[in-house]
């Protein structure tokens, strides 16, 4: 866990793979979910996000459990396996945001990217919407923050060539940044979109 820079004071070390085929067996559970979580372990809390039910969860649940993260893994394993199943998702995403605690700022954009993945129907409009917020928060140096904006800017590059030629644009802006965090994004970011067809679909997030 060192390793990946996954920091959990509780934890007991299984495996996320194991705790996926386990979760299988026990099936949506929101009660079981609640209770996994409040324990505070790190792999109570990867369980709770493959056993709750989406559509139980509320927004207060996930204002709680974001309050909560204390590592890359945990916050992107809810947004991409949990909250963005949720009809609540799109709507935490400028709350989040504009957070000034680091997993909660990163979640906003894990949430960006799972959604832009997963959500086939969604329109292109919605995503658009989102590039200013990935812009500003391009200027934020913290590690994770800033991997989590590339991240965004590179799923919504992904979803389509529309949003991929208006990702490419704010990643060349922000590559031309005197700011040292926003010009990584974007060169990130161009690095990513500027791949051929058959590498892209290989890219996963950093």
Same mark, same amino acid.
């Given at each position: ?18 705790? =996926? ?37 509320? !927004?207060?649940?996930?204002? =709680? ?39 909660? $700022? ?14 086939? $129907? ?9 590039? !200013? ?12 923050? $800033? $991997?989590?904006? %590339? ?9 389509? !060539? ?14 031309? %940044? ?17 791949? !051929? ?10």
């Amino acid at each position: 866990m060192a390793r990946f820079a996954i920091t959990a004071p509780k934890a007991f070390g299984v495996s996320v793979g194991d705790l =996926r085929a386990y979760a299988k067996t026990i099936g949506r559970d929101h009660q079981l979910a609640q209770e996994l979580w409040n324990s505070g372990w790190y792999e109570a809390r990867m369980l709770a996000g493959f056993v709750d039910d989406p559509t139980l969860v509320t !927004p207060a649940q996930m204002d =709680r459990w974001a309050r909560d993260f204390d590592n890359w893994a945990v916050c992107d394993h809810s947004c991409f396996h949990l909250f963005d199943k949720t009809p609540h998702a799109y709507g935490r995403i400028a709350r989040w945001a504009g957070r000034k605690e680091e997993f909660v $700022k990163r979640a906003a954009f894990a949430l960006i990217a799972s959604l832009a993945l997963h959500d086939k $129907k969604a329109p292109d409009t919605i995503f658009r919407k989102c590039l !200013p917020l990935i812009e500003k928060a391009a200027v934020d140096d913290r590690n994770f923050v $800033k $991997k989590g904006v %590339s991240w965004a800017l590179r799923g919504i590059g992904h979803r389509s !060539p529309a949003m991929r030629a208006e990702a490419l644009e704010v990643a060349q802006r922000l590559a031309a %940044s005197v700011v040292p965090a926003a010009r990584w994004v974007g060169k990130d970011a161009i690095q990513d979109l500027s791949r !051929p067809p058959k590498a892209k679909a290989k890219a996963v997030a950093k």
